[in-house]
């Protein structure tokens, strides 16, 4: 069974910084594309950022554009996000999650593709 364990959330200050990162196990990290989504409370998933498996591309909601980088160390079979100039609207449990498609350079910005996510980690940004 894969395993996918966020962690680096906590509370920021409007204008602040956190580093998110996720740890993946038990499958072959560098072939899949990754993501990063969040969910707030009453709110439907947004998909916020995603990662070829290669590395070689990025993608951005236009909410976070900007703002947030996310990147991958292969080596390590890790994740990260980081988040820039944080707004309270970004508050949000965030998860990280794996694409359906063995493709290391497969692209897409779907949330529908991603079977398989972590626990997730709270960020909450107020003053």
């Known amino acids: 069974q894969l395993q996918l364990v966020e962690s680096g959330g906590g509370l920021a200050r409007p204008g602040g910084s956190l580093t998110l990162s996720c740890a993946a196990s038990?499958?072959?990290?560098?072939?899949?594309?990754m993501s990063w989504y969040r969910q707030a409370p009453g709110k439907e998933r947004e998909l916020v950022a995603v990662?070829?498996?290669?590395?070689?591309?990025?993608d951005y909601a236009d909410s976070v554009v900007g703002r947030f980088t996310i990147s991958r160390d292969n080596a390590k079979n890790a994740l990260y996000l980081r988040m820039n100039s944080l707004k309270p609207e970004d508050t949000a449990t965030y998860y990280c999650?794996?694409?359906?498609?063995?493709?290391?350079?497969?692209?897409?910005?779907?949330?529908?593709?991603?079977?398989?996510w972590g626990q997730g980690t709270q960020v909450t940004v107020s003053s």
């Open positions: 990662i070829t498996g290669a590395g070689g591309a990025t």
């Open positions: 999650a794996k694409n359906r498609r063995f493709d290391k350079y497969y692209y897409s910005f779907r949330l529908d593709e991603y079977p398989d």
């Open positions: 038990r499958f072959a990290f560098s072939n899949y594309l």
